[in-house]
């Protein structure tokens, strides 16, 4: 795919609660504002259609079976406006291969290009398994979730993308291995806790896109999602030296900005980092 060497991407803040529909009339919303703003390729948060743990499993089911309600909302909603779309991540109860995963799901970000056909596909690698000091207290993904194991990238409008969710930040040897597929930019959809994002989400950022010399879009889920659930939000765009150019810091809401590839061209070349590697 040939791209211009500047797109305008957007990355999609959320406060999704338990009621699907409802988060699904907001995404619609989100992306409508996302291509009224020039998007060629917009990116939702973690989980921004099924949010509660409990439904998971279901509605990983269903998005497996012949009607699947979110991947055919956003087939559509790219069509429809004309727009690339990384699906966030919803739950997927069949791995890439096809086989049928019987008691839990994948947590899954899906690729939908403007004509709204499904074009990448990747699932979590890294699942969050921690204790947390906030009302919601133990997090363990790997009850619901299988973890994936195939690092995806895929040609887009706004240059090559490589696909990461939330947890993922933190193993930089995925995003090296993003790299060294080519990636120029990198989207993290995500669902930080409060008290991690507040001591971490930035600085982790900063350093996957210095260290990688990506740019790095960062949509998150932002506010209080339910009574035990807040999110850190700080949905973000970080260029490829580090430098945040947008972020929003909490409710729902879109920022967009131009993802300048002969920039990051530029500063490839003039500190080589990637030729400069020993270990």
């Not at 909603?77 to 049928?100: E, H, N």
């Not at 350093?207 to 740019?215: D, G, H, K, L, T």
Request: aromatic share 6%.
């Amino acid at each position: 795919m040939t791209h211009t060497v500047s797109a305008r991407v957007a990355a999609i803040q959320m406060v999704s609660t338990h009621d699907i529909d409802a988060n699904l009339n907001e995404a619609r919303r989100l992306l409508a504002e996302a291509a009224e703003q020039g998007a060629s390729v917009a990116v939702l948060p973690e989980n921004f259609a099924v949010l509660a743990t409990h439904q998971m499993v279901d509605h990983g089911r269903a998005e497996a079976g012949e009607n699947p309600v979110i991947r055919s909302f956003l087939s559509e909603q790219a069509k429809t406006l004309g727009m690339w779309i990384v699906g966030g991540s919803l739950p997927l109860a069949v791995r890439p291969d096809g086989s049928a995963i019987n008691d839990r799901a994948r947590a899954t970000c899906l690729v939908f290009d403007d004509q709204g056909q499904e074009v990448a596909r990747y699932d979590k690698i890294h699942l969050f398994d921690a204790v947390v000091e906030d009302a919601h207290g133990q997090y363990r993904e790997s009850d619901t979730f299988e973890p994936g194991e195939q690092v995806v990238t895929i040609d887009t409008p706004a240059g090559k993308l490589g696909l990461a969710i939330c947890y993922d930040l933190r193993f930089p040897e995925l995003f090296r291995a993003l790299r060294e597929q080519g990636a120029e930019w990198v989207c993290l959809p995500s669902a930080f806790t409060w008290q991690t994002g507040d001591a971490h989400w930035h600085a982790l950022i900063r350093a996957r896109a210095i260290e990688n010399q990506v740019w790095v879009v960062a949509p998150g889920q932002g506010g209080q999602n339910s009574e035990r659930r807040r999110t850190y939000g700080h949905s973000l765009i970080c260029d490829p030296w580090g430098q945040v150019v947008t972020e929003l810091a909490e409710g729902p809401g879109v920022v967009a900005a131009e993802l300048d590839i002969d920039q990051l061209n530029q500063l490839r070349k003039r500190m080589p980092v990637w030729e400069h590697r020993r270990l």
